[in-house]
């Protein structure tokens, strides 16, 4: 505070000095332009969103990943969604020892897309159009990222909530015209199974994937999408949930999904219970399980819902984790 104050005073006396220096006319000049400064400063309306681009590459070996922002969604109640089984006042101390508001957070969606070097792989399409929006942005951060949905050649479905398998078709077809479909064979089990008219996630899938079904592998455990790109199972969040593991010249990367959907109240306290996990104690035994081997093998990774764009690093502290954004370790 001291430090502060006398680097204040420094600023005032050098600017009294040289207005002693440039004499009375010149100083009132300098005066009036600098008021002119503040008063233009003030008139400037407040823009109300952040101007940044909806993609980032990394380079996993000779894969190139690009995080791709279908959106971001601001809402109240936070402890509605996440930290459901623990006392209000213990998730307000958690959430300001994080410098984050307890009664309101933003979430982030966050397609990705890899590029093998022979394939274009899209991991999960987001909200689609007819979203909120601030939602259902896929397309145009594509084109911005410099790909048209007609380049791709596979789509990876991590599981089926309506976030992510909502950018699957446009207009009654497919938005990604040339591809051909990659999911989890329990995922579409499970909603598949589910009467459309009574399940409104199964009405989606009934409507989005299912026309789709022809032209899908389903994936068990360890199934391989391409070359470099394996399936694990990582249920709990939904039956069949599976996340990605990329692995180039050497270098891997895993594409978590839904694993872990914020990043101090789900990887500090992977036992804090989240209102979209479909099995709550399957989904923190994988959380742990999932974010111990990136902890462990320091291996980076892409979380769709992580602040944008989504990709760090683990570190175990006390009984759970930490996110640790990445900054320029992987940039091209
Ligand atoms: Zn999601």
Redesign the pocket.
């Known amino acids: 505070m001291e430090t502060e104050m006398s680097g204040l005073n420094l600023t005032i006396s050098r600017r009294s000095a040289l207005l002693g220096a440039t004499g009375a006319v010149a100083g009132a000049a300098l005066l009036g332009q600098t008021g002119q400064v503040l008063a233009e400063d003030a008139k400037a309306a407040a823009s109300g969103s952040q101007a940044r681009l909806p993609f980032a590459r990394f380079k996993i070996g000779g894969f190139e990943v690009t995080t791709l922002l279908d959106g971001t969604a601001s809402s109240a109640e936070p402890q509605k969604t996440f930290g459901m089984n623990v006392p209000a006042d213990e998730f307000a101390e958690v959430s300001a020892a994080s410098f984050l508001p307890a009664d309101s957070f933003t979430n982030f969606?966050t397609p990705t897309l890899v590029n093998t070097g022979k394939e274009l792989v899209l991991f999960?399409t987001g909200m689609g159009e007819g979203a909120r929006p601030d939602r259902g942005n896929l397309r145009s951060a594509l084109e911005t990222a410099g790909y048209t949905p007609e380049q791709i050649d596979i789509v990876v479905i991590t599981?089926m909530?309506g976030?992510?398998i909502g950018g699957l078709a446009e207009g009654g077809n497919p938005a990604f015209a040339n591809a051909r479909y990659v999911t989890g064979a329990k995922e579409y089990d499970f909603w598949s199974k589910l009467d459309p008219a009574a399940n409104g996630g199964a009405k989606l899938v009934a409507k989005n994937v299912t026309p789709l079904a022809e032209k899908t592998t389903f994936l068990e455990d360890g199934g391989s999408v391409v070359s470099g790109i394996t399936a694990m199972a990582a249920a709990g969040?939904t039956p069949g949930h599976m996340i990605y593991m990329l692995e180039s010249d050497g270098k891997q990367m895993v594409l978590t999904?839904?694993t872990a959907?914020h990043y101090v109240w789900s990887l500090a306290h992977p036992d804090w219970e989240v209102r979209?996990d479909m099995d709550k104690a399957a989904a923190a035994q994988t959380r742990r399980k999932v974010l111990g081997m990136l902890a462990s093998d320091k291996i980076p990774f892409a979380g769709?819902?992580m602040p944008f764009p989504a990709v760090g690093y683990v570190d175990t502290v006390g009984d759970g984790f930490h996110y640790v954004p990445e900054t320029y370790q992987l940039r091209l």
């Open positions: 969606f999960d599981h909530h976030d992510h969040h999904a839904d959907n979209f769709y819902h």
